[in-house]
């Protein structure tokens, strides 16, 4: 064959080679139709106990886990761009273990069970989660450990490789650190731990398509996202996605009854001095500044946390917002304005040694033996139940609740509704997705995942008719980048 001639079987070869590249495009094309446009990671809740005795089987000898692992269905699994099993815990070591007393060979079966999942949905991202709220917390016997394993570069480097060693061995995809949370004086160590473990993760990605991922948890409040704020930017750049946990923002702790995630603030609501401007920039801020980019007295919302989020410098398309699939009881409420923004007598503390049938018509909340937080499976059947529970939306926060006049229980929670508010948002501020908190908790119907998916994923879903006026919106005159514009109105066929 002479060079620089064009025979007939080059001719083929080259038309060929022009079908392969415009099928493998549009075969690219297609893929990007379905791929999700925003990430929705949901928690999945197992503890030890559950784990040690986890069946598909129950029976009268063996009950069942809460939620099993066969609940998440196909078309569940579809909707979801992550799961993250929660919870593990660092050793006395400061390394990354199953807790004292799990089976290992139970553990490596509900692992297993959870990356079958993604025969329904081979992009579907498995991560742990390690830490949490009890194991964390400043009152934690644990939390010492995450201090120590944050402490040097050697403890770093031991934590990251035990953590990778136990993403590897038991088939994750990535590893979420939830620490509930660094002080002030661990701040500049759990950068310097997060920057350790992404070094090691990047090592382990250069022979991978699909990426070992590296997300945190993030505090939703102020005051203790105030611990370390300077810091964001520099935990942003080592990270995928930042889960803000923009819920509990209120509870039993506080004096009067109050939402518990809120969108927008009211009027009507307490107001805190702002933590954000007693911090040491630098260089410093003026006072012009420091009233700008942090308003004070200001609401505890989920816009607050957001604008908070962008204004450190944290990239919007990390920012992944938290939702709750709870909601948050309270007691011996007076009927005035429905029970919202009243006193009330609800014990506080993470362990509650009281009456277990207070949330009156809450039989799992028995069961759980705490009345004070209930799933919205539990809240749909409060709503059912014929007991007295009537619901409310508030125009200004973008959130339902009930009250039970009788009973003289006031409920905050999410629902529908305000998930499409949320949603809007979100894709309005152009943050990366949603998480929530937990799947266990939403209805037999999967409601809650599915008006998530619909919103944020479903090409031909509309939100014009959401108005995201009114409320206490957390002022700021600082300009952001990357923000979406309002939706056009819906097109009618």
């Known amino acids: 064959m002479t060079a620089g001639k064009n025979t007939a079987g ?105 990356a079958t999942l993604k025969k329904y949905n081979p992009d579907l991202r498995i991560l742990f989660s390690l830490g949490g709220w009890a194991y964390t917390n400043d009152d934690s016997a644990t939390a010492v450990r995450y201090r120590d394993a944050a402490s040097t570069a050697a403890r770093r480097r031991q934590m990251a490789s035990s953590c990778i060693a136990f993403m590897k061995r038991y088939g994750f995809d990535g590893i979420d650190i939830d620490w509930e949370y660094p002080r002030k004086e661990d701040a500049d ?69 109050d939402h518990n995630a809120h969108l927008f603030g009211d009027s009507r609501e307490a107001k805190y001095d702002n933590p954000l401007r007693q911090l040491q920039f ?17 609401a505890l919302t989920v816009d607050a946390a957001v604008q908070q989020y962008l204004q450190a410098g ?25 029970g919202l923004y009243q006193p009330h007598a609800t014990p506080a503390g993470d362990d509650y040694h009281g009456d277990t049938t207070l949330l009156t018509g809450c039989d799992a909340c028995v ?69 929530f908190w937990h799947l266990g908790q939403d209805d037999a119907e999967g409601t809650l995942l599915r008006t998530l998916h619909r919103s944020l994923n479903d090409a031909g879903y509309c939100d014009a008719d959401l108005d995201l006026s009114g409320g206490l919106h957390y002022a700021s005159n600082m300009p952001r980048k990357g923000i979406a514009k309002p939706g056009a109105a819906c097109k009618t066929k």
């Open 10 to 114: 080059q001719q083929v070869g080259k038309g060929l080679a022009c079908i392969a590249l415009v099928g493998a495009a549009l075969a690219a094309q297609a893929a990007d139709a379905v791929r999700p446009r925003h990430v929705v990671i949901g928690y999945y809740l197992l503890e030890k106990e559950q784990i040690n005795h986890y069946t598909e089987n129950a029976g009268p000898a063996v009950p069942a886990v809460p939620f099993a692992i066969s609940r998440i269905t196909p078309e569940k699994a579809r909707m979801l761009t992550h799961i993250n099993y929660s919870f593990q815990n660092l050793n006395e070591a400061g390394e990354c273990a199953l807790e004292n007393g799990t089976d290992p060979a139970k553990a490596a079966e509900v692992f297993s069970k959870l």
């Open 189 to 257: 160590n759990f950068v310097a731990l997060l920057t350790e473990i992404r070094r090691q993760l990047n090592t382990e990605n250069r022979q991978r398509r699909q990426k070992y991922q590296l997300t945190i948890a993030g505090a939703g409040g102020a005051f203790n996202l105030s611990r370390y704020y300077l810091q964001l930017k520099q935990i942003a750049a080592q990270v995928d996605y930042l889960n803000l946990m923009s819920y509990d923002l209120n509870g039993a702790w506080q004096k009067q009854t």
């Open 282 to 298: 630098d260089p410093a801020l003026p006072p012009a500044e420091l009233q700008s980019r942090f308003p004070s007295p200001f």
């Open 314 to 338: 944290v990239p919007a398309r990390k920012i992944v917002l938290g939702l709750p699939f709870y909601g948050r009881a309270y007691f011996a409420v007076g009927s005035e304005n429905h």
């Open 367 to 435: 069961q759980r033996g705490d009345p004070r937080s209930a799933g919205y499976d539990d809240i749909r059947k409060l709503l059912a139940s014929g007991l007295g529970y009537q619901r409310y939306f508030s125009s200004e926060g973008k959130v339902p609740w009930l009250y039970n006049a009788d009973k003289k229980i006031f409920v905050s929670y999410d629902d529908e509704e305000s998930f499409r508010y949320k949603s809007k948002y979100l894709k309005q501020q152009g943050l990366a997705g949603a998480m």
